[in-house]
């Protein structure tokens, strides 16, 4: 079939096999040139098949040949019906470690799940053994509790007060004030819930009873801070108190994993359009400023780069450094005094009329219709392809 891109507000309904393939292809060659030393060899990525867990499943694989295990929820294809982009992702990301002699194999469900817990332990023992890596990237916005079945919706809501600010509509490049108001306390805890870090550390638990964590086993978690601008929607707000109680599971973990010189980090990334980042208000006008100002200074970096990054310069060099809390920080260049100064700048100056100029607003667009597949380089989207590919571990 012809696949076009369908998209409802800040979602896409349908993705291009081809380009998500050509995606990964491109990511894969990034990593080969620039090989971790002393790397991972057998690692498991919840949260594998976009964003963040994806580029972190390819930079174990072809930075360290590490034999992957990749968990996620995506939806398959069906006639007519394209998978959704995850799904292809891993398809094309699995055909070709195969193709390259690497370990790599998949599994599609509720990764908060008692059952998906179980079942990839049962691949760790047959297939591998252990794992000495764990990265924990899940973006949900709803989970149901294993044990009581409670099914809790996370919020991306102000913690208080009322929050006003503008927003950018990047379909049609409006500029709007939005108003966000204060969330409840069962918001709170419905989003802790979700994106804080109870499911990491039952994924811990339950791997090492089960005894397939090896020595000197390190997990970890992603985590965004960001600066004042964002700070009511984001780290102070809901999705902020789901961080925190993430960033000091961290800290517990450590502490359990003692007896075979465990460790359990958080990472702190730059902000980037994924899937899960594009629902936050506020967010998308921050990141189309972001751009403009990281690509200018030549210090963009997508989520391979920031992955690689993460592997090579911190997770596995010599000395790894970690901020005042014990995080690693790869958002250090976003974060960078004279980034930041130049975003509220023009943050204070954005208009519908100016963002196109000031902003970069081509940039946000083109990233989020890559997601899914769509507007990637190189791939003729007149041509005829087959919806139905299948992941090849999944068959
Ligand atoms: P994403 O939406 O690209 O990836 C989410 C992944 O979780 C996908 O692989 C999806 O299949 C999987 N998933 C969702 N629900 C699942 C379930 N119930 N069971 C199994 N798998 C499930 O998101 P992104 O942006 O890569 O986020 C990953 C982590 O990085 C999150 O913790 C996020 O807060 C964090 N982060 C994101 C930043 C951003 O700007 N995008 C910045 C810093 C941190
Ligand atoms: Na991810």
């Known amino acids: 079939m012809i696949i076009e891109p369908k998209t409802r507000g800040f979602i896409c309904l349908t993705s291009h096999p081809k380009g998500c393939e ?20 057998k690692v498991l990525v919840i949260g594998a098949s976009t ?62 799940s008692n059952e998906i817990k179980v079942q990839t332990i049962d691949l760790i023992k047959a297939d591998l ?24 919706k996370s919020v991306l809501k102000p913690i208080g007060n009322t929050f006003t600010d ?16 204060p969330c409840t306390e069962d918001d709170i805890k419905n989003t802790v819930n979700v994106m804080g870090g109870e499911d990491w550390q039952m994924w811990i638990d339950q791997l090492k009873s089960a005894g397939v964590l090896s020595k000197d086993f390190k997990t970890v978690a992603y985590s965004y801070i960001g600066p004042s601008l964002t700070e009511a929607v984001y780290r102070k707000g809901t999705i902020g108190r789901a961080k925190d109680h993430l960033e000091a599971t961290a800290f517990k973990i450590t502490d359990a994993l003692k007896d075979i010189d465990g460790k359990a980090y958080v990472s702190v990334n730059k902000a980037l359009v994924t899937q ?60 960078r005094e004279d980034v930041q100064t130049k975003v509220l ?19 946000y667009e083109t990233d989020f219709y890559n997601l899914f597949g769509f507007k990637v380089q190189g791939v003729d989207y007149d041509k005829d392809v087959n919806e139905m590919v299948s992941i090849p571990s999944l068959q």
């Open 22 to 41: 050509q995606n990964v292809l491109n990511q894969i060659n990034y990593v080969k040139e620039r090989p971790v030393k002393n790397g991972p060899k």
């Open 51 to 112: 964003g963040f867990g994806l580029a972190s499943r390819i930079t174990a694989a072809y930075g360290s040949k590490a034999a992957t295990i990749g968990a996620f929820f995506e939806k398959s294809p069906s006639e007519g019906r394209p998978a959704s982009p995850g799904w292809y992702n891993s398809a094309a990301f699995e055909a070709q470690a195969h193709k390259d002699g690497l370990y790599a194999k998949s599994i599609n469900g509720d990764a908060f």
């Open 129 to 152: 053994g252990e794992i000495d890596l764990l990265i924990y990237s899940l973006a949900s916005p709803v989970r149901t509790h294993p044990d009581t079945g409670e099914r809790f």
């Open 166 to 181: 503008n927003t950018v509509d990047f379909h049609t490049g409006e500029v709007k004030e939005i108003s966000i108001s």
């Open 276 to 335: 899960a980042s594009s629902a936050i208000p506020v967010i998308p006008l921050y990141i189309s400023l972001l751009y403009k100002v990281m690509k200018e200074q030549g210090i963009h970096e997508g989520c391979i780069e920031q992955i690689e990054r993460l592997f090579n310069a911190r997770l596995y060099a010599e000395n790894l450094e970690v901020d005042e809390a014990g995080r690693i920080r790869i958002d250090d260049w976003e974060m």
């Open 345 to 363: 700048e023009l943050w204070k100056q954005a208009t519908t009329k100016n963002l196109p100029e000031i902003g970069d607003l081509k940039g």
